[in-house]
């Protein structure tokens, strides 16, 4: 297994069986396939041992294109900004990390995020290259994640999400409607939307399911306790803005801003979504294992 390097794993592509002379070269390639690196950048990467084979040779610039060659390249995001919230870690053991996570912050690498996501984070500050989230939450939410630390027990812990064995909460701040009725369960179908990133309700069997409770309302905005009975992507937030309260500072629900319409995060307006608890039995040890976040939304 090829090392981590500042906390970042290699990601790995494999050369397409094309005939010989479609890329000369294996920069020819690189180029082709990541259109929007610089020829010159490519070449300063290869050249600084960014690029290895499966065995952690270096891949020079001028190697010449061997079809199915197995390649491992290390990402970097030049100048990428440093999100400027911090992490606490509520709990560590030799099997699990706990982690309370700010707002903002992705938990894996993806996009225009590489060191400043909390996985990454973790390896840098904790020297844990097997890492790896038993769950992900949304980069805009606050609140638990939980680590596995042992790969060959990674499954295990995984699979309670999928058996619906792991009790989850969460708080959210969004409006208040005299005519709902709490507390409610909202069940719905949901299916991908027309953009990646949104998820929308749709016709057929529900799949997924949320119990609502109402904590108390002032001036038109309410505390909610949200329990996710199944786990579909972005579900909280697209089933509180079919009732018509959308979480407040939602910026993809139920109107999704353009990239023009947001200059950045404005990190004076967090999503109000926190992950606050999270229980289970361990499967490894037996033992009930009860995590609660130690955050609060900063619209009560």
């Known amino acids: 297994m090829l090392p981590t390097r500042n906390g970042v794993g290699p990601s790995r592509i494999s050369l397409p069986d094309r005939p010989t002379g479609a890329w000369p070269q294996v920069i020819d390639f690189l180029s082709h396939r990541f259109p929007l690196v610089s020829r010159g950048e490519i070449a300063a990467r290869m050249q600084r041992g960014d690029v ?71 390896k840098r500050k904790l ?43 969460y708080q959210a701040v969004a409006g208040f409607r005299a005519d709902l009725t709490f507390p409610m369960t909202h069940r719905s179908r949901l299916v991908e939307a027309d953009h990646f990133m949104r998820m929308r309700e749709g016709e057929g069997e529900p799949n997924a399911e949320t119990a609502i409770e109402l904590l108390n309302a002032n001036n038109g905005l309410a505390h909610y306790l949200l329990l996710p009975l199944t786990g579909k992507k972005h579900q909280l937030r697209v089933h509180m803005a079919a009732l018509g309260i959308p979480i407040l500072n939602d910026q993809i629900y139920p109107q999704h801003l353009s990239k023009e319409e947001i ?23 037996g033992q009930a294992r009860t995590f609660d976040s130690q955050r609060s939304l900063d619209a009560l």
Not at 79 to 84: L, Y
Not at 263 to 282: C, N, R, T, V
Request: zero cysteines.
């Open 52 to 122: 290895v084979d499966e065995l952690g040779a270096f891949i020079a610039p001028e190697r010449p294109y061997q079809p199915t060659l197995k390649l491992f390249y290390y990402r970097d995001i030049p100048g990428e900004a440093r999100i400027p919230f911090d992490e606490a870690v509520l709990f560590e053991d030799e099997f699990l990390l706990v982690v309370d996570k700010p707002h903002f912050l992705p938990v894996t690498p993806g996009g225009r995020y590489l060191q400043e996501t909390l996985l990454v984070r973790l």
């Open 127 to 169: 020297g844990v290259d097997t890492l790896a989230p038993m769950h992900r939450i949304d980069r805009e939410t606050a609140g638990l994640v939980l680590f596995t630390k042992q790969p060959d027990l990674r499954g295990i812990y995984q699979n309670l999400f999928s058996q619906k064995v792991v009790t989850k909460r």
């Open 263 to 285: 200059e950045g995060d404005d990190y004076s307006k967090p999503l109000q979504l926190l992950a606050e608890h999270i229980s289970f039995i361990d499967p490894v040890t």
